[in-house]
């Protein structure tokens, strides 16, 4: 498993060099609005494409038939997708803080709230999104992608055109525990389905 | 008699195709050629061999044992080979070097040198700006650095030229020496499967029309030159299939049924192939 991450990592090494390129645009752009919160979120979306392409180039090259011929199981190739996940998102929390501490005028402690739930929208984005690629492949699964990040904010539109009274601080405390929870959750429930789903795959 | 590869009753059923019924022996230390036209199934074979597709009944032993139970230890042993190369466009030799390690416990590194070194393939030139051939010889050479036992190969030497085909070749017979090592190769190239195989196996639209080894076939196929009024008086169990021209007919016979003074001249395992799918069938 260790040689397949290893493999994601190798073969992104051209996109690192945007992706850095990026994180300097980003940083600079914090820098002088002194404002966390769009680039913790843009760090976090590059890391879910980062993934997404990850998928991209096996499905081109059909590493993943090719793979399997090797001493690989299917839950290699669908953990070893997961941990490219993880990593991403851990790397990119660690830019973000980074980023809090160096730029003036942060408020560290609101940031690290934000950083912790655009992990978790990043995390709950995966989730969904790689039964989804794996089911259907990327071409298709891309389609998806964009209706997954339309659809909530349509959802969050209509939701504050219906004036209902703001939620109390006691829903407000428990919507903030309940959404690791729920995240972490869905996380588990992804990896499950994913391996339902490959182990039916043929190749 | 160990066998390297052994299939019993292999059967996968398609929407419009079916694999019918598969049986093959390919014995410890030879090569077998797995031949047929495109769509007769030797992809589908081979991925069920590989495991990649779900088998509908069945049974598939390699090296003694059935894949879908001993997956990763059995895995190390075989060499495979598709008719494509399927690492990601980005990775070079080193990388390619550095990932194998992680994932084969049996990679040798020396001889990865070895044999990339030999093909002429750049250490530092991303996989794709190879040619054709370039990332079939890295495929094949993956598949040699990891104490392989089986070499499984899908097309391996279509679309190359004749000389890296003939290179080609000579590993694999190299890699043959070893008594315990075998090789399953399907391909177009009648000729290339003919230099270099002890056994061929002949699938047409998902059935196996003959497994037997090269020699025998050869010895025991002839191509008939005659007039048609000749061939009548020809036993018609004897012929396989015949083509007619303007100058007579031509067809594949079985020597031993065809007496007097009848013209035969021997057969290659192209002509064998051709007229037991083509016209005039019997």
Known sequence: MIGLILKDIMNLKKQAKIYILLLAFYGFLAYSNKEMSMVTVMIC??????????????????????????????????MSKYCLGLLGLG????????????????NTKVNNLMILYASLAGLGALSILFPLLFKFGVEKGRLMMMLMF????????????????????????IIKIGIPIFVILLFVISIIVSNIIYKKKEF | MDYALEIRNLTKKYNGFTLDHINLALPSGCIMGFIGENGAGKTTTIKLILDLIKKDSGEIYILGEEISKSQRILKEKIGVVMDECCFPENLDIKEINFIMKKIYKTWDESLFRQYYTRFGLKEKQPVK?????????LSITCALSHGSQILILDEATSGLDPIVRDEILDVFLEFI?????????????ISDLEKICDYITFLHKGKIIFNDSKDLLLEKYGVLKCSESELKTV????????????????????????????????????DIMLYYIREGKK
């Open chain 1, 150 to 173: 339309f659809l909530p904010t349509v959802g969050i539109v209509l939701f504050s055109k219906l004036n209902l009274p703001p939620p109390s601080i006691e829903t407000i405390e």
């Open chain 2, 177 to 189: 020496q070893d008594e315990r090592h075998s090789i399953f190769i399907s391909s177009h190239i």
């Open chain 1, 45 to 78: 979306l590059l890391n879910v494409m980062l993934s997404v392409t990850a998928l991209a180039y096996d499905e081109k090259a059909n590493w993943e038939k090719y793979a399997l011929s090797m001493p690989i199981t299917r839950k290699d190739l669908i």
């Open chain 1, 91 to 106: 790397f990119g929390v660690l830019v973000s803080i980074a980023f809090s501490l160096i730029i003036p005028g942060v």
């Open chain 2, 235 to 270: 036993d018609s169990s004897a012929i396989i299939g015949y083509r007619k021209s303007g100058f007579g007919v031509e067809a594949l016979v079985e020597r031993e049924k065809i007496a007097g003074s009848l013209l035969v001249d021997p057969a290659s395992i192209e």
């Open chain 2, 129 to 137: 700006e190879y040619s054709r051939g370039m990332k079939m010889k």
